[in-house]
């Protein structure tokens, strides 16, 4: 699948870099890697804004959608509009529906068929792949 931001494993590594990206973002986004449950720093954070694609910046959630699913990262009932592409995900000897961002590619976690209303979907996301903008 191609995306419309493309960038070489070096270019992704740089940037994360200069960002100053939580260790292992660029294995999560960049090669579907996955966090250890309840360790990525935004699983607890509540505060109002939105998150955004950690590698590319692509508005992927407002905070008003985010909510407690006990499952150890951070979930969300609904993605902006187009934000996000979703892709069956056969690995683990189980399929998932695995969720990237639209703009680059980027892994970003998995969507599941248990959230809460009005979706009934949970965007469960790794902390490694968002970044938070309290601000919008």
């Known amino acids: 699948m191609t995306f419309p931001i493309q960038k070489t494993d070096e270019e992704w590594r740089a940037l994360l870099e200069q960002k100053g990206a939580e260790p292992g973002a ?3 986004t960049r090669h579907a890697r996955t966090e250890r449950p309840f360790t990525g720093k935004y699983e607890e954070v ?4 939105s998150y955004h694609c950690v590698c590319c910046g692509n508005h992927l959630f407002d905070a008003g959608t985010k909510f407690d699913s006990g499952c150890g990262w951070p979930s969300f009932w609904k ?14 000897g189980m399929t998932r ?4 961002c639209s703009q680059c590619g980027a892994h970003l976690g998995h969507v599941f068929e248990d959230g809460p209303a009005p979706s009934g979907l949970r965007y469960c996301m790794n902390s490694a792949s968002l970044e938070h903008d309290p601000k919008s």
Do not use: H, Q
Request: avoid cysteine; hydrophobic fraction near 40%.
């Open 97 to 100: 529906v695995e969720t990237v």
């Open 79 to 92: 993605p902006v509009e187009g934000a996000i592409t979703d892709i069956t995900d056969r690995s683990l």
């Open 46 to 49: 509540w505060s109002d804004g």
């Open 26 to 28: 660029f294995e999560i």
